[in-house]
Antibody, heavy 119, light 107 residues
Framework: EVQLVESGGGLVQPGRSLKLSCAAS????????MAWVRQAPKKGLEWVAT????????YYPDSVKGRFTISRDNAKSSLYLQMNSLKSEDTATYYC????????????WGQGVMVTVSS | DIQMTQSPASLSASLEEIVTITCQAS??????LAWYQQKPGKSPQLLIY???SLADGVPSRFSGSRSGTQYSLKISRLQVEDPGIYYC?????????FGSGTKLEIK
């Protein structure tokens, strides 16, 4: 059974940093692209970042480019999201997702972790 | 960026009724289209990928279709467990973009 379990969320002040983690199990982690998707309270879904199988390629929308960094540790079956210079508009539930890049969709999602950026 | 215009924003239908939700892509995305269902407090669940392929474990009353740059999700016979918010996703090019969502309720 595929499982994705996020951790590391919480309350953080604007301008500070936070690092999210996602522990994967039930599949060969190193064979899949992985991604982060977020959802602001009562809002829709927004793709945040994608990383290739080896970690050599990363992709971001303009809204987080230069502030967020996605990374992975295939030996630990873990995905990370380093978030710097956080803004109030980054407040959201962050989901880790397995990214089927060959067809451009996310097939499994974690339960999500809440990040609140507020002073 | 590719815009995904989803309609309707909300929908109320009776049990056993046929329901259709659409997404219009602002440019050609081929079959790089997926549909998700999200229930309150839960993560999104994949329903359809490749515009028309049913995800594992998804009931056959769900189906996807494509006509040019317009994509549709059809629920053939609405069931009590189907309410939620439905989203489309284009995975053709970065930034990947979702539709704004359709809130489906039982009448």
């Amino acid at each position: 059974e595929v499982q994705l379990v996020e951790s590391g969320g919480g309350l953080v002040q604007p301008g500070r940093s936070l690092k999210l983690s996602c522990a994967a199990s039930g599949f060969t982690f190193s064979n899949y692209y992985m991604a982060w998707v977020r959802q602001a309270p009562k809002k829709g879904l927004e793709w945040v970042a994608t990383i290739s199988t080896s970690g050599s390629r990363t992709y971001y929308p303009d809204s987080v480019k230069g502030r967020f960094t996605i990374s992975r540790d295939n030996a630990k079956s873990s995905l990370y999201l380093q978030m710097n210079s956080l803004k109030s508009e980054d407040t959201a539930t962050y989901y880790c997702a397995r990214h089927r890049a060959e067809n451009g969709y996310f097939d499994y999602w974690g339960q999500g972790v809440m990040v609140t950026v507020s002073s | 960026d590719i815009q995904m215009t989803q309609s309707p924003a909300s929908l109320s239908a009776s049990l056993e009724e046929i329901v259709t939700i659409t997404c219009q892509a602002s440019q050609d995305i081929g079959n790089w289209l997926a549909w998700y269902q999200q229930k309150p407090g839960k993560s999104p669940q994949l329903l359809i990928y490749g515009a028309t392929s049913l995800a594992d474990g998804v009931p056959s009353r769900f189906s996807g279709s494509r006509s040019g740059t317009q994509y549709s999700l059809k629920i053939s016979r609405l069931q009590v467990e189907d309410p939620g918010i439905y989203y489309c996703l284009q995975g053709y090019s970065a930034p990947l973009t979702f539709g704004s969502g359709t809130k489906l309720e039982i009448k």
